[in-house]
């Protein structure tokens, strides 16, 4: 079992930025990649960016160039870091990582940003 706990949403004018984390906790020698996805309301949830144990990552193309994904094994935490933020990235944004053959996402973190 894998819990992760996703934090660092909040309110935010266009342009500014937020740092999110989402600290992993639980059986953690198995986590693969980390991935961020986000929804927002009456849209489907989609893949924002991953990162790999190696440290490979891929990004949305709506995201490139402005959001960094990131990860600290020693503290088993995941971090995106998203500058330049538009009113369309306002969604509740979760964090997911397989174990085994297994999924496992946290409860999210809303991001809101206003024009």
């Known amino acids: 079992q894998v819990q992760l706990m996703e934090s660092g949403g909040g309110l935010v004018q266009a342009g500014g930025s937020l740092r999110l984390s989402c600290a992993a906790s639980g059986s953690i020698a198995s986590i693969s990649a980390m991935n961020w996805y986000r929804q927002a309301p009456g849209k489907q949830r989609e893949l924002v960016a991953t990162i790999t144990s190696g440290g490979f990552t891929i990004y949305a193309n709506s995201v490139k160039g402005r959001f960094t994904i990131s990860r600290d094994n020693a503290k088993n935490t995941a971090y995106l870091q998203m500058n330049s933020l538009k009113p369309e990235d306002t969604a509740r944004y979760y964090c997911?990582?397989?174990?085994?053959?297994?999924?496992?996402w946290g409860q999210g973190t809303q991001v809101t940003v206003s024009s």
């Open positions: 997911k990582t397989t174990a085994g053959w297994d999924d496992y």
